[in-house]
């Protein structure tokens, strides 16, 4: 059974910083890519990063930074200089691997597995 568990969200300040954790369990941790996504309060889910399974790494700003650590089974995406419009719940999530895609080119429709997601409230 496919489970993905996030943590370290929380309340934080405009500036401060963040490390989120993603707990995969039920599959090939280094065969998955694993992607994170953000939904802000009314508005949709977006994606914010992606790690393959060989350490490639997709970042869409330059503020967060992304890693995965194999023995743990465990992704991680760190936040720094985090501003209000950070705020959301931040998904992990992956897609069963083949289906002709190259890593990291999924989209939100094509995640496989969700996490239930950590929130992340930024304050200024």
């Known amino acids: 059974q496919v489970q993905l568990v996030e943590s370290g969200g929380g309340l934080v300040q405009s500036g401060d910083s963040l490390r989120l954790s993603c707990v995969a369990s039920g599959f090939t941790f280094d065969e998955y890519d694993i992607y994170w996504f953000r939904q802000a309060p009314g508005k949709e889910r977006e994606g914010v990063s992606c790690i393959s399974g060989d350490d490639g790494k997709y970042l869409k700003d330059s503020r967060f930074a992304i890693s995965r650590d194999s023995a743990a089974t465990t992704a991680f995406l760190e936040m720094s200089s985090l501003k209000p419009e950070d705020t959301g719940v931040y998904y992990c999530?992956?897609?069963?691997?083949?289906?002709?895609?190259?890593?990291?080119?999924?989209?939100?429709?094509?995640?496989?597995?969700w996490g239930k997601g950590t929130l992340v409230t930024v304050s200024s």
């Open positions: 999530a992956t897609m069963n691997p083949g289906g002709g895609y190259e890593e990291c080119e999924g989209s939100r429709s094509d995640m496989d597995y």
